[in-house]
């Protein structure tokens, strides 16, 4: 069974330096609390390359080899499991605002199978959500600290 958590949220910089922190993998460990580590395979990030990503989220410690399947900066980035304890597809839609600041749209499909237990997928998909919540929240602030918006 898929189940698809989504959340969008503002970043007060414009959609391609948004695109350079959220569809960088390198980065990800620099914003998401999750996210231990990272590790690209095949050089820079683009469409094709793949990466290792583990994360420690609700008591378990996760490790994933990812591909990236669409990687339009400024755009949208789509990525997807092609090894790990189980599947996912996650994507980020970016849309710029009148002010130049970002509007982003994530969306997570997940098919956890029986990793989580008998932990309702309802909780899951709120645990996920509320994840991102918090960390593109940490993000913006970040953001907005950093002088004309650079990290």
């Known amino acids: 069974m ?3 958590a989504e959340y969008a949220f503002d970043l007060p910089v414009a959609p391609e330096e948004a695109f ?5 993998p390198a980065r990800d460990p620099e914003w998401q609390s999750a996210c231990v580590s990272t590790r690209l395979l095949d050089g820079a ?3 094709g390359c793949r990466y290792e990503i583990t994360f420690q989220l609700i008591g378990k410690k996760m490790t994933f080899t990812v591909e990236i399947d669409e990687y339009e900066p400024g755009h949208r980035s789509v990525f997807h499991v092609v090894d790990g304890p189980f599947g996912y597809t996650g994507t980020y839609d970016y849309a710029e605002h009148a002010d130049g600041t970002t509007g982003v749209r994530w969306t997570f499909d997940v098919e956890p199978g029986d990793y989580f237990g008998v932990m309702p997928k309802s909780l899951l998909r709120k645990v996920l959500v509320s994840q991102v919540k ?13 002088p004309h918006g650079r990290p």
């Open 2 to 4: 898929t189940l698809r």
């Open 45 to 47: 990030a683009a469409k």
């Open 20 to 24: 350079a922190w959220l569809s960088d």
């Open 134 to 146: 918090k960390d593109s929240g940490k993000l913006a602030g970040r953001l907005a600290q950093a």
